[in-house]
T-cell receptor, first 113, second 114 residues
Framework: DTEVTQTPKHLVMGMTNKKSLKCEQH?????MYWYKQKAKKPPELMFV???????INESVPSRFSPECPNSSLLNLHLHALQPEDSALYLC????????????FGPGTRLTVL | AQSVSQHNHHVILSEAASLELGCNYS??????LFWYVQYPGQHLQLLLK??????LVKGIKGFEAEFIKSKFSFNLRKPSVQWSDTAEYFC????????????FGQGTTLQVKP
């Protein structure tokens, strides 16, 4: 089973709202990732967690706040977003960080009004 | 800095035509190579990957790719495409020194006409 699940599938929020995206995997993977994907563009890495610790932050604005409560869960907390943050947010996981294969979830389609 | 280049941005083929999508990367060290596919409205799925060994790798749905180290290339091929292959295709590279950073190419939109 190589399934990564994400909720919600769609999210519409105003610029003053606070919301969270959730990601879950039960493959025993120890690395989890957040990516942002704009239409017809490749995914852009945002954050990497390894063994529940943040290992890479790709200079993401502080209005995006990741959290890894345990080895199976990854959250992305959103606050005071801008319309240009509207995108597909993808979660991925891999056995370890480094060069292991990353498996992607279906994403959350975020619209910021 | 590492980069991945996909030469074909938009490819239109008729069913049963052969497909080859180009992918080149710039990194001198050891790399792992991937092709991912994103069908309309669906999530990124792994088509195939190369870590080591036989440079000709076979993936799902009849796709294959050849790693040519001297050319820094990892081209994707399929002998006969189907309408259901219509999708966005991404080549990606993960360097051994990169601690989890998967570098994607810009993607190729494949449209197969029935």
């Amino acid at each position: 089973d190589t399934e990564v699940t994400q909720t919600p599938k769609h999210l519409v929020m105003g610029m003053t709202n606070k919301k969270s995206l959730k990601c879950e995997q039960h493959m025993g993977h120890r690395a989890m990732y957040w990516y942002k994907q704009k239409a017809k563009k490749p995914p852009e890495l945002m954050f990497v967690y390894s063994y529940e610790k943040l290992s890479i932050n790709e200079s993401v604005p502080s209005r995006f706040s990741p959290e890894c409560p345990n080895s199976s869960l990854l959250n992305l907390h959103l606050h005071a977003l801008q319309p240009e943050d509207s995108a597909l947010y993808l979660c991925a996981s891999s056995q370890e960080t480094g060069t292991d294969t990353q498996y992607f979830g279906p994403g959350t389609r975020l619209t910021v009004l | 800095a590492q980069s991945v280049s996909q030469h074909n941005h938009h490819v239109i083929l008729s069913e049963a035509a052969s497909l080859e999508l180009g992918c080149n990367y710039s990194y001198g060290g050891t790399v792992n190579l991937f092709w991912y596919v994103q069908y309309p409205g669906q999530h990124l799925q792994l088509l195939l990957k190369y870590f080591s060994g036989d440079p000709l790798v076979k993936g799902i749905k009849g796709f294959e790719a050849e790693f040519i180290k001297s050319k820094f290339s990892f081209n994707l091929r399929k002998p006969s495409v189907q309408w259901s292959d219509t999708a966005e295709y991404f080549c990606a590279v993960n360097a051994y020194s990169n601690t989890g950073k998967l570098i994607f190419g810009q993607g190729t939109t494949l449209q197969v006409k029935p």
